[in-house]
């Protein structure tokens, strides 16, 4: 019997599921070796059947949300995580450090209607979670290697590198050291290919924070290259604030 | 009161007497705030965060918001820059557009249940399909170093420059690539798609000289012609209850924008080579049947191409690839042609250049009350006494038309019918 797999959505912009839409023949190949049950952007809508492999895109900001992610890990082997949203609360997770409600207030004229959370929340907070790959999006290399892997029965391999590493790979010029352009490479998971580097940019660490990441060091160079701790503060508060180290960094350079 | 909705969409019908009584589209997108989430930050983050807001059309997004910081600094950008925001957004017309007729709409028009199944059958337009999918990927990586959320544009231009040897690769690929948009063209011309003709407002930018993309006029089917600050006077934005995307209208009526709105209003904007070939498809443009929006998406796929081949080919390296500029306070505006239609942004920035208030206003909520109006004409003429899932399906149909933001595009219905 084929594997089964589900694709589902939370609060999120549908960036990390065009991994799978934006595959290509990919996506055909996959689709033969694989039943997909549940992936309402592609067509199938089946939450109740049991699956192998689950991913989970986007955070939870609703309370039938919160159920939702119950059901669907009562009904998943093996549930991973797609995306900076579902691993690390995403660019909405900034209405944790608002307040949220006068935020829903002031954007919508009726806000009794809109059941919504005060907080914007990783997949991990609500129910156990097999794996996390990160990025906003997700490089569609990545995911289609986890599910290659994950079907051939390995456990699949995380990046845990720093940007700065892929950077020297390529044999980028260094935007810090050259231009002294704020980088967040030095604190950064690698994943992307070092793209902000390659076309001369600072990395904003939309891929979250990379394993042992020095984020103390990190503010203290930003903080010589002439950012005020509120600037400071926001480079770590950003696509990725619920990430423990960058929220913790973030928090401290905030109340300087 | 009404009962909340959460997580799905779902359609609400009466029925009475045989006439519809009530029809709420309700949607749920989980809120997520980003006007407020703008605020307080520096302009360098703005056209990363609003990237964000949709996957599928993120370079609209920055395309929009560029474009009104721009405004409020004072920049003019130089014709490298200018062109090359044409050529990124042609990548992302055929990208979602490609995404939109191959993976949601074909299967609905020829009764599968998704592309995957679709395939089986149609193998060669699947894949070909496919293809020109990747080629405005391709177009975006180009630009932005990644398709989704690229990160290439900055205000005032791009962080650099692409290469003439990978211009000129990509080039190639494009070419050898027409004759399918071409075919593709001619394919969607002999769907058969159920003749409703309606009568709407369609609403679009309008440029002097070109198919309208990052600049123009907002002009009507109905004789309006504004500079894009003057909105706000005549289209209002308000919160149903039943719904989290909020509606828009114009002089208190429902409007279309996107595809067809687009190509009704600027027709005479295309290329001979783009006309004739609409004319050898046989349908007639202006169109009042909203169906025909899926053509109308294959013949702007096919100008996408026809502009990327006209832009690579005269490309070469600028002298800068980014203006020089310093932040000031002000207001300002952008409103750019979207996939799915007219995207406007409002900015006001204090002197260090940071977010005071940002507002956004999406091509989806726009089209909203257009589709209830739509639903409620096509399911009269449909005939009201189909059964539940038979009118499901034809409320699916008429809404995916639209192309909302795929995640109330899908086979998402629940559909609560009262007949009394
Ligand atoms: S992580 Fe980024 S790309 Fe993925 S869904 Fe969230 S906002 Fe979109
Ligand atoms: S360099 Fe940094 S910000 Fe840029 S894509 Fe990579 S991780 Fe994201």
Avoid at chain 2, 3 to 22: C, F, H, M, Y
Avoid at chain 2, 46 to 59: N, Q
């Amino acid at each position: 019997m084929k594997p089964k797999i589900a694709v589902h959505k939370f609060a999120s912009c549908d960036g990390c599921q065009l991994a799978f839409l934006n595959a290509g023949e990919d996506l055909l190949t996959l689709a033969g070796m694989v039943d997909i049950i549940h992936f309402t952007e592609a067509g199938p809508i089946d939450e109740e059947t049991e699956v192998d492999i689950a991913f989970v895109e986007g955070s939870i900001t609703t309370p039938a949300d919160c159920n939702r992610i119950q059901r669907i890990r009562k009904n998943s082997r093996y549930l991973l995580t797609i995306g900076a949203c579902a691993t690390a609360g995403g660019l909405q997770a900034l209405r944790n450090f608002a307040n949220a409600k006068e935020w829903v207030a002031s954007v919508y004229a009726a806000p009794e209607y809109i059941q919504s959370l005060a907080t914007s929340t990783p997949i991990r907070e609500h129910v156990k979670v097999d794996l996390e790959l990160w990025g906003c999006p997700v490089s569609a290399k990545q995911v289609l290697r986890a599910v290659h892997d994950l079907l051939f029965g390995v456990t699949p391999k995380v990046e845990l590198d720093k940007v700065c590493m892929e950077c020297k790979r390529q044999r980028h010029v260094c935007v810090m050291v050259s231009k002294n352009i704020p980088c967040m490479g030095p604190v950064t998971r690698t994943g992307c290919g070092a793209i902000c580097p390659q076309v001369g940019r600072g990395c904003y660490a939309c891929f979250g924070p990379a394993e042992n990441s020095n984020t103390g060091a990190m503010g203290v160079w930003l903080q010589g290259l002439g950012l005020m701790p509120e600037a400071i503060a926001k480079r770590f508060l950003f696509i990725n604030s619920e990430a423990p180290e960058f929220r913790a960094a973030g928090t401290q350079w905030k109340s300087k | 009161m009404l009962a909340r909705v959460e997580g799905e969409g779902a359609l609400e019908l009466s029925i009475k007497d045989g006439k519809i009584e009530k029809l709420h589209l309700r949607i749920f997108e989980p809120p997520r705030l980003f006007e407020k989430l703008l605020e307080g930050r520096p302009y360098t983050d703005v056209i990363d965060i609003v990237a964000r807001i949709c996957g599928i059309c993120p370079v609209a997004y920055q395309m929009s918001a560029a474009h009104a910081i721009d405004s409020i600094f004072g920049v003019n950008v130089n014709p490298w820059v200018r062109t090359m925001r044409r050529l990124m957004y042609c990548g992302e017309w055929i990208e979602s557009h490609a995404l939109h007729i191959h993976l949601l709409a074909a299967p609905d028009y020829f009764g599968f249940e998704n592309v995957v199944a679709m395939a089986k059958q149609y193998p060669d337009e699947v894949r070909r399909g496919l293809l020109l999918q990747s080629l405005g990927n391709r177009l975006l990586r180009l630009l932005g170093g990644r398709s989704v959320h690229p990160v290439g544009v900055c205000v005032g231009g791009f962080y650099s420059a692409p290469s003439v040897d990978a211009v000129k690769t990509l080039l190639k690929e494009f070419k050898q690539a027409l004759p399918m948009a071409e075919q593709l063209v001619r394919w969607t011309a002999a769907f058969n798609l159920p003749d409703d003709q309606q009568l709407f407002t369609s609403v679009a930018l309008c440029h002097p000289h070109e198919y309208p993309m990052n600049e123009g006029r907002i002009v009507s089917s109905s004789g309006l012609d504004i500079a894009i600050n003057e909105y706000q006077n005549y289209f209002t934005e308000t919160h149903v209850p039943h719904s989290t995307a909020l509606y828009s209208h114009f002089n208190g009526q429902p409007y279309l924008v996107g595809p067809l709105a687009r190509l009704n209003l600027n027709l005479g904007k295309l290329p001979s080579g783009v006309r004739q070939l609409i004319t050898e498809s046989g349908i007639a443009f202006p169109s009042n049947n909203m169906f025909h929006s899926v053509i109308a998406r294959a013949v702007e796929i096919y100008y996408a191409f026809v502009e990327s081949i006209r832009i690579m080919e005269q490309y070469t390296l600028p002298a800068a690839s980014c203006m020089d500029f310093s932040p000031k306070a002000g207001v300002g505006y952008g409103c750019t042609e979207a996939p799915r239609g007219i995207l406007w942004h409002r900015y006001e920035l204090d002197e260090k250049g940071d977010v005071v208030k940002a507002t956004i206003i999406p091509p989806t909520s726009q089209n909203q009350a257009r589709i209830e109006q739509d639903l409620q004409t096509s399911l009269m003429s449909f005939g009201l006494d189909h059964g539940d899932d038979e009118l499901r399906l034809r409320c699916e149909t008429v809404i995916r038309n639209y192309d909302p933001c795929i995640s109330c595009a899908t086979h998402f219905l629940k559909l609560r019918v009262d007949r009394s």
